[in-house]
């Protein structure tokens, strides 16, 4: 099997989806910081459509190849992520719900309704990030052909802007 030298370029191609959704993340966020209650709603669907893009990629051709190269096996199946990934989606609808809610002047109490259940909402994001980091990706890279991992990177819905 001709893996990657080091799975660098894959590991690395889908961590930088990461950052980019923790940035839109965060202009959502300055958005309700700065009570732009209309520019807070248009930031958080924007994320929320990065965000369920690349989960839905990832369980179209990321976590099948991890399955079928034993993934299960690990301290993080397959299972784990698809739960995280069903959490995260339910997490930010939750959010856009009580952003809709929102009337459009903030009051304190909404507001903070909203960046509390973003905190849980980006404490789950961390852990999800860091399995992904550490387990996930490198695993796939040092496994997968070299010509398999760039098909995965060419079949995302959501490439985040890097091709």
């Known amino acids: 099997m001709s893996c990657a030298a080091d799975g660098g370029d ?3 191609a889908m961590m930088g989806l990461h950052a980019r959704l ?3 993340l965060f ?3 300055r958005a309700l910081l700065d009570r732009a209650v209309a520019r807070a709603r248009a930031s958080l669907a924007q994320y929320r459509d990065a965000l369920f893009a690349h989960a839905a990629d990832e369980e179209a051709h990321v976590l099948p190849r991890y399955r079928a190269l034993g993934g299960d ?3 993080a199946p397959t299972k784990l992520f698809l739960g995280e990934h069903d959490k995260l989606r339910a997490l930010v609808d ?3 719900r009580r952003l809709s809610a929102m009337g459009e002047v903030a009051d304190d109490r909404a507001l903070l309704d909203v960046l509390d259940r973003q905190a849980t909402l980006k404490n789950l994001l961390l852990h999800h990030d860091l399995r992904e980091r550490n387990l ?3 695993f796939l890279a040092a496994r997968l052909p070299a010509a398999e991992q760039a098909a995965i990177l060419a079949a995302r819905r959501w490439a985040g802007g890097d091709g």
């Open 94 to 96: 939750d959010c856009a």
């Open 22 to 24: 923790d940035a839109l």
């Open 136 to 138: 996930l990706y490198p």
């Open 10 to 12: 894959f590991a690395a």
């Open 73 to 75: 096996a690990t301290d």
């Open 27 to 29: 202009a959502h966020q």
